[in-house]
């Protein structure tokens, strides 16, 4: 996992919970490779970052889905500062998020050769909807659909999110565009 995941999610931690939170979850997660210190261009095992989001969760009294998902909703706000070339092509939400497998992830690998991209295969099954069908070993859904989430805000784009676990672990996302309040945007319902 490229370690900007990591630096932003430690920016995020310590805005949010404080510099001693911090520092407690870096003392006490099991962090073999980087020992708590990571360079946003480094690479870390996936397992690291479970750690250090499981520690938070126990010291926060948050769930480590609700956790992994607003870091999500956070780092697409940190994306569009960091990488702004990916905001200039216009369209709506669900034309960005639609562009994610074949356009946005592909650039990042290019920059990052060796960052661990999910799938995301997309369709629209009626307008306004969109079908995004989530395949990673990393199973991490909640941080995808919080990145969904900063998306829709981000566009000002209200729409439902329905959340289907699939048996082989894959996710499927099904986004309905709201027709009211461009604020609200209905919690995602689990179906598990
Ligand atoms: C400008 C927009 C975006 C950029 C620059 C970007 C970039 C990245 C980067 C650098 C990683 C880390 C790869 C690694 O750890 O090796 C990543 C992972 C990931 N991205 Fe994106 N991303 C963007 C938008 C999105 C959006 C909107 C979604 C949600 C639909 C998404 C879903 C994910 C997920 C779920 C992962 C975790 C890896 C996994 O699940 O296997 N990304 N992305």
């Known amino acids: 996992m490229k370690g900007i995941v990591f630096t932003e999610f430690l920016e995020m931690v310590e805005s949010r919970f404080g510099v001693e939170m911090t520092d407690v979850i870096l003392e006490e997660a099991d962090l073999p490779m980087s020992r708590g210190a990571y360079t946003a261009v480094g690479t870390y095992p996936h397992s690291e970052m479970v750690s250090l989001v499981t520690h938070l969760s126990g010291h926060s ?34 034309d960005f998020l639609t562009s994610i497998h074949e356009v946005i992830h592909v650039e990042v690998k290019k920059l990052y050769p060796d960052a661990e991209l999910p799938s ?32 829709l805000k981000h566009f ?3 729409s439902t999110i329905e959340k289907e676990l699939q048996p082989d ?21 689990d179906h598990e």
């Not at 990673?136 to 919080?146: L, N």
């Open 169 to 189: 672990g894959t996710t499927i996302f099904l986004l309905r565009k709201g027709e009211t309040d461009p604020t609200i945007i209905s919690p995602a319902s």
């Open 156 to 158: 000002n784009q209200s």
């Open 61 to 94: 009294g948050l769930s480590v889905p609700d956790l992994l998902k607003s870091y999500g909703e956070h780092l697409f706000g940190r994306f569009h500062a960091l990488y702004p070339g990916f905001f200039r092509d216009g369209g709506d939400a669900f």
């Open 120 to 151: 995301f295969l997309c369709s629209s099954p009626e307008p306004g909807v969109l079908r995004m069908h989530y395949i990673s070993s990393r199973q991490m859904q909640d941080f995808a659909e919080g990145l969904i989430i900063g998306c």
